[in-house]
């Protein structure tokens, strides 16, 4: 079954300017620069692993601009990561400016969420059209970003260089699946309806102030390579090998945290004395809560 019927009209043009020669530089492209499946399936894959997700600037209380100059001059250029909005905002301006026909859309986080509890929209994906087909793309999920582009159909499990996917429909929004630990475990949910920047703008900024959001106080980065995971919560670093058991690890000092940082996620660290602060609390809440455990 199809799940493309939904807000069929034409997405508006949108042509912001974008530095197509160093984006492809930072993930290591020298393919064609065509619309095509397999330009969409290799920039998806070489994004995940060099572009982290990361919420460094939350944290540390920078602000995150959306705008596409202020996208390059931090991921492209800076030698930065981002959360969802900016890894998948830059995502849509590269693929537009390739060809592609992109419409932003939203979706409320399922993941590690309680049953029955409701969550705000707080998360942006792609609807990308390849010739007749649509497809999901979202490079900005962290740890469970999809490495491949979903085509927009019900009930169809999608292999990916990683994780399998499915999307259903258990009433009027769909459901994206990964099948992890031997089960299907609910991502997030969405609509086709279109968002479009001042919506994205609302929603970070709720992710950035909101005393409850979890990107103002805690650390989260995540990197995907061929044969891995690696995800960082707080001070635990986790390595997923696929086909094969994870490993976890406790960083206990501020050198530590930065070795991480720059060597496994390949982020060029903001110069900031927040940035140590920030590190060291976290080291020593989670000591604090051994102690008291």
């Not at 859309?105 to 942006?124: D, F, M, S």
């Not at 805690?218 to 390579?225: D, G, K, P, Q, Y």
């Not at 960083?251 to 590190?279: C, G, K």
Request: with cysteine; glycine share 6%; aromatic share 8%.
């Amino acid at each position: 079954m199809n799940a493309t019927t939904d807000q069929e009209t034409e997405p508006v043009p949108i042509t912001p300017e974008i530095d197509l020669d160093a984006y492809f530089q930072r993930i290591g492209y020298a393919g064609e620069r065509t619309p095509t499946l397999e330009t969409l399936r290799t920039i998806q894959r070489l994004h995940v692993a060099t572009i982290p997700f990361e919420n460094l600037n939350p944290l540390l209380g920078i602000p995150v601009l959306l705008d596409s100059d202020a996208l390059q001059r931090k991921m492209i250029h800076g030698g930065r990561g981002g959360y969802c909005f900016e890894q998948n905002r830059l995502m849509s301006f590269v693929l537009q400016a390739l060809g592609f026909r992109v419409r932003g859309l939203a979706a409320r986080v399922l993941w590690n969420v309680p049953e029955g509890e409701t969550k705000p929209i707080t998360h942006q994906v792609l609807r990308v059209e390849v010739g007749e087909e649509s497809y999901l793309v979202d490079v900005g999920f962290g740890g469970l970003s999809p490495t491949g582009p979903l085509l927009l159909e019900l009930n169809t499990v999608q292999t990916t260089p990683h994780e399998p996917f499915r999307l259903i429909e258990p009433d009027d929004e769909l459901v994206l699946q990964a099948y992890v630990k031997e089960g299907w475990k609910s991502l997030y949910r969405f609509t086709l309806r279109e968002f479009l920047l001042p919506d994205y703008q609302v929603f970070s900024w709720y992710l950035c102030t909101h005393p409850t959001s979890y990107f103002t106080s805690s650390l989260a980065v995540a990197r995907t390579i061929p044969d891995r995971r690696y995800g960082l919560r707080n001070t635990l670093l986790t390595t997923h090998r696929l086909g094969g058991e994870s490993e976890q690890r406790e960083l206990t000092s501020v050198a530590e945290f930065r070795t991480v940082l720059e060597e496994i996620f390949l982020l060029t660290l903001p110069e900031t004395p927040q940035l140590a602060i920030e590190l060291q609390r976290l080291i020593d809440e989670a000591a604090a809560a051994k102690r008291t455990a």
